[in-house]
C-alpha cells in the first residue's frame, strides 16, 4: 500500500495534465497518480520521460533492458511490471527477462547488450563508472547514443527510487 493517498486527479490543476497523460500513455497509471500531488513536478517528469522514452535514438530494446535491470537491482516491481510487457513488445525475449539476475554467466545476451549490462550496474550500484566499463559502451555507441544511453539509466534509477520510497506498486487500489 501506498505512503500516501494517491492524488485527486479531478481538481483544475491536475485536469489539463491528466488529458495528456492519458494521451501519452492510454490511462493515468499509479506513478503519475502519485506525482500529480504537484502538478509542476508531474509535468516536467512527463516532458522528461517522453524525452527519454519517446524522442531518443535508443533502440527500444537497449531502453526496456536497460529499465528491467535498473528496476531488478532496485528492487522496483512496479517498475518491471509495467516495462516487462513492453520489453516484450519491443524485441527482448522472456529468456532474456528470465536471466536478468545472473547475466554474467548466461548466454541470452549479445557482447553490446552485455557492455549495456555492465554499464548499467555500474551506475546503479556504484554511481561512478569504471573507465574499462565505458570503454567497453563506446565501442557500440556514438557520443548521442552514450548521452541518450546514460540519461536512460539515471532517469529510471531516478523512477524506481520514487516508487519505492513512497510504496508504490501495481496492486495498490486507486
Known sequence: MARLPYADLTTPEAAPLVEQIIAERGSVLHLYQMLLHSPPIAKGWLNHLTGIRHNSSLPGDVRELVIMRVALLNRAPYEADQHAPIALAEGMTQAQLDALPDWQTSDQ??????????????????????????????????????????????????????????????????
Open 109 to 174: 545476451f549479445t557482447p553490446l547488450q552485455c557492455a549495456v549490462l555492465a554499464y548499467t550496474d555500474a551506475m546503479t550500484r556504484n554511481v561512478q563508472v569504471d573507465d574499462a566499463v565505458f570503454k567497453e559502451i563506446r565501442q557500440y555507441f556514438d557520443e548521442r547514443l552514450t548521452i541518450e544511453l546514460t540519461a536512460t539509466i539515471a532517469t529510471y534509477n531516478m523512477v524506481s527510487r520514487f516508487l519505492e520510497a513512497l510504496h508504490i506498486h501495481s496492486d495498490d487500489a486507486r
